[in-house]
C-alpha cells in the first residue's frame, strides 16, 4: 500500500508548481483557472511557478497551440519564472535552468526511465514494475469488449491480454522484442491493496489497484504516456506540489505507483473542482465560449477576467468579489478551494469587467477601446491618423471624452462601437419624427433650437472643456425664457446624438466640441 507522506526535506524546500498545458487547441477557461491558481500558489508562498509543454502526444498536437497559450497566458498577466515564453519577435524562447520545458524535447530521459523501470523488481511480488506488451491496440479493443459483454467476473483492473504479456519472462520478452513493436506498460500489483493520499482539496483519495489499468508508459514510436512524462518531468524540475484539474484525479493513482517505481518522493496533489455551466453540467463549448481568447476578443480585460476565474472555487472571505492579483496571492490557500463544482456566471464577469472599466484612467481605457472600434468599422487608421468611419477626422480628446461618457453603460470594451459612433461622424442620422419632445412640436422644437444655437455660439470655447459649466449656462437661459427643460433639451440632445438615448446634451456637445455642436443643432433645424 502507499501512504505519501511529506519528509522534512520537502517541507524546508522552495515550493515549485508548474502549469503544464498540452497543446491541443486553444488554452480555456479551466486552463487559465488551473495557471492561475498554480502562479497564486507561487506567489503566496515565494516559490517557483513553471510552465511545462506536454506535447509527447503528436496525434492531438495543434498548430500554434504553444503560441496560443503562450500569447494568452500574457496577455491574461500571468508571468511563469521558468520555461517558455514568447520572445519579442514572436519566437518561442525558454528561461529556466531545468529544461528543456517542452517534452517533445525530452524524449530521451522517458525512454531511459521506462527501461530501467522493465528491469527493476518489486520486492513484495517479485516482478518488474514495467513489462513489455505485444498486443496490439486492435487486439487490446476487442478484448476489452469481449470482457465488458461477458458475464464472467471480470478480472480486476488490468489491461486482458491476448498473449498474456503480463506473464512472460524476462528472456522470453527480450526475445520477442528483437522482431515484435511493443509498449512498456506499468504493472499493477495484482494483490489486493490500495493507493492512498491526502489531496491538498479533497483530504485522504484512495484507490484500489483493482480499479487502475495497466498503463501503457512508452508508446511503440518510443514516445512516453502523458503519465510517464509528467511523472518524470515533475521529479527532475523538483515539483513540491501539483495543483490540475479534477479529470486528472483518476491518473494520480498510476502516478503515485510510478514515483513509487521509481523510488522518487511524490510532490503534494491538488485536484480543482469542475467547472460548471448555469445548470450544473460541465462547462463546455455548447453553452457558450470555453476559449480565453473568445473572452479576450469580446472585450474583457484581462483584470476582470483573472479576478473572476479566481473565484470559480475559491472565495478568500464571504461577501467581497473585487480583488487584484496581489490581494488574490496574499489571500491564497489552496485548503480553501472547494470540492465541489464551480458555476461559470456570466452576470458577474460583465460586473466585473464594468467594474475594472469604470476605475480605469480615462487614457487608458481608450486606448484599449480603440482597436474593438476599430474592429467594429467605428474607426479606421488612415496614414498614421484615426478617422471616423464617413472618413472626419477623430481628434484623441473627443475619443477620450466619449469613452468617458459611456464606460458608466459598457460590460465590455466592444459595448462602444454600438454607443460611441455618432461622437466621431461629421453627421449624425436624424428623423424629423424623433426631434419634437413626445408632448411637444417640431414647431416648438425649432424655435427651442434657434434659441439654443444662439445662444451657445455666443459662449467661449470655455463652457464646452467641462459639461457642469454648459449646464450651468444653459439651464437658466431655458427658464429665462419660460421654456420647460424636456421641450428644450430632449430637442437639443436628439440633435446631437439622433438617438432616442444618450448621454445629456451637455456631456455630449463636451465631447464633440462647440464645432460640431453648433452643426448638429443646424442640421436639426434644416430639418424640422
Ligand atoms: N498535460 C496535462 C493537461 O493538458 C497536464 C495535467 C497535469 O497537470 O498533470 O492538462
Given at each position: 500500500m502507499i501512504h505519501q507522506t511529506m519528509n522534512q526535506s520537502t517541507e524546508a524546500r522552495v515550493p515549485r508548481v508548474r502549469f503544464a498545458p498540452s497543446p491541443t487547441g486553444y488554452l480555456h477557461i479551466g486552463g487559465l483557472r488551473t495557471a492561475l491558481y498554480n502562479e497564486l500558489f507561487a506567489r503566496h508562498h515565494g516559490g517557483i511557478f513553471v510552465l511545462r509543454i506536454e506535447d509527447t502526444d503528436r496525434t492531438r498536437y495543434v498548430e500554434g497551440a504553444v503560441e496560443n497559450i503562450l500569447r494568452t497566458?500574457?496577455?491574461?498577466?500571468?508571468?511563469?519564472?521558468?520555461?517558455?515564453?514568447?520572445?519579442?519577435?514572436?519566437?518561442?524562447?525558454?528561461?529556466?535552468?531545468?529544461?528543456?520545458?517542452?517534452?517533445?524535447?525530452?524524449?530521451?530521459?522517458?525512454?531511459?526511465?521506462?527501461?530501467?523501470?522493465?528491469?527493476?523488481?518489486?520486492?513484495?511480488?517479485?516482478?518488474?514494475?514495467?513489462?513489455?506488451?505485444?498486443?496490439?491496440p486492435e487486439e487490446i479493443e476487442s478484448l476489452k469488449k469481449d470482457r465488458a459483454s461477458s458475464d464472467a467476473a471480470p478480472l480486476p483492473g488490468l489491461v486482458p491480454h491476448a498473449r498474456n504479456c503480463r506473464g512472460l519472462t524476462g528472456e522470453e520478452s527480450a526475445a520477442l522484442a528483437a522482431e515484435s513493436p511493443y509498449v512498456i506498460r506499468l504493472r499493477v500489483p495484482d494483490r489486493v491493496g490500495r493507493v492512498e493520499f491526502t489531496d491538498s482539496i479533497r483530504g485522504l483519495v484512495r484507490f484500489d489497484y483493482s480499479s487502475v489499468d495497466d498503463q501503457v508508459l512508452l508508446k511503440s514510436d518510443g514516445f512516453p504516456t502523458y503519465h510517464l512524462a509528467n511523472v518524470v518531468d515533475d521529479h527532475e524540475m523538483e515539483i513540491t506540489q501539483v495543483i490540475r484539474g479534477e479529470e486528472w484525479l483518476p491518473s494520480t493513482p498510476k502516478h503515485l505507483l510510478l514515483y513509487r517505481a521509481l523510488g522518487w518522493e511524490p510532490p503534494a496533489f491538488a485536484h480543482l473542482p469542475l467547472l460548471l455551466n448555469p445548470d450544473r453540467t460541465k462547462l463546455s463549448k455548447r453553452q457558450g465560449d470555453v476559449?480565453?481568447?473568445?473572452?479576450?476578443?469580446?472585450?474583457?480585460?484581462?483584470?476582470?477576467?483573472?479576478?473572476?476565474?479566481?473565484?470559480?472555487?475559491?472565495?478568500?472571505?464571504?461577501?467581497?468579489?473585487?480583488?487584484?492579483?496581489?490581494?488574490?496571492?496574499?489571500?491564497?490557500?489552496?485548503?480553501?478551494?472547494?470540492?465541489?463544482?464551480?458555476?461559470?456566471?456570466?452576470?458577474?464577469?460583465?460586473?466585473?469587467?464594468?467594474?475594472?472599466?469604470?476605475?480605469?484612467?480615462?487614457?487608458?481605457?481608450?486606448?484599449?477601446?480603440?482597436?474593438?472600434?476599430?474592429?467594429?468599422?467605428?474607426?479606421?487608421?488612415?496614414?498614421?491618423?484615426?478617422?471616423?468611419?464617413?472618413?472626419?477626422?477623430?481628434?484623441?480628446?473627443?475619443?477620450?471624452?466619449?469613452?468617458?461618457?459611456?464606460?458608466?453603460?459598457?460590460?465590455?470594451?466592444?459595448?462602444?462601437?454600438?454607443?460611441?459612433?455618432?461622437?466621431?461622424?461629421?453627421?449624425?442620422?436624424?428623423?424629423?419624427?424623433?426631434?419634437?419632445?413626445?408632448?411637444?412640436?417640431?414647431?416648438?422644437?425649432?424655435?427651442?433650437?434657434?434659441?439654443?444655437?444662439?445662444?451657445?455660439?455666443?459662449?467661449?470655447?470655455?463652457y464646452f472643456s467641462d459639461p457642469k459649466l454648459l449646464e450651468a449656462e444653459i439651464i437658466p437661459f431655458v427658464a429665462e425664457r419660460g421654456w420647460t427643460n424636456a421641450d428644450t433639451l430632449w430637442p437639443f440632445r436628439v440633435a446631437l446624438s439622433g438617438r432616442e438615448r444618450s448621454p445629456s446634451p451637455f456631456e455630449i456637445a463636451w465631447a464633440i466640441g462647440k464645432k460640431r455642436t453648433l452643426e448638429r443643432v443646424e442640421a436639426a433645424i434644416s430639418l424640422l
Open positions: 497566458l500574457k496577455w491574461a498577466g500571468l508571468t511563469p519564472d521558468e520555461g517558455p515564453f514568447l520572445a519579442p519577435d514572436g519566437s518561442v524562447q525558454e528561461r529556466g535552468a531545468y529544461g528543456p520545458y517542452v517534452q517533445s524535447a525530452r524524449t530521451e530521459k522517458y525512454r531511459h526511465y521506462a527501461e530501467e523501470l522493465l528491469g527493476k523488481t518489486e520486492e513484495a511480488s517479485g516482478q518488474s514494475y514495467a513489462y513489455r506488451c505485444f498486443c496490439t476559449a480565453v481568447e473568445d473572452y479576450r476578443a469580446q472585450g474583457y480585460l484581462p483584470q476582470a477576467m483573472i479576478n473572476f476565474v479566481a473565484l470559480l472555487g475559491w472565495n478568500p472571505s464571504g461577501d467581497r468579489e473585487k480583488y487584484s492579483k496581489d490581494e488574490l496571492a496574499r489571500e491564497f490557500r489552496l485548503e480553501k478551494v472547494n470540492k465541489a463544482g464551480a458555476v461559470f456566471n456570466r452576470e458577474k464577469l460583465d460586473w466585473l469587467n464594468g467594474e475594472y472599466m469604470k476605475e480605469m484612467p480615462d487614457e487608458e481605457l481608450t486606448e484599449v477601446v480603440i482597436p474593438f472600434l476599430r474592429i467594429d468599422g467605428v474607426l479606421t487608421e488612415v496614414d498614421g491618423g484615426i478617422k471616423a468611419a464617413d472618413g472626419s477626422p477623430v481628434d484623441r480628446e473627443a475619443l477620450r471624452r466619449s469613452v468617458a461618457l459611456e464606460k458608466g453603460r459598457a460590460k465590455t470594451l466592444k459595448d462602444f462601437a454600438a454607443t460611441t459612433g455618432y461622437f466621431f461622424t461629421s453627421k449624425v442620422e436624424l428623423s424629423r419624427d424623433m426631434i419634437p419632445w413626445k408632448k411637444s412640436t417640431p414647431e416648438v422644437a425649432k424655435e427651442r433650437l434657434y434659441g439654443l444655437r444662439d445662444r451657445l455660439a455666443g459662449l467661449s470655447e470655455k
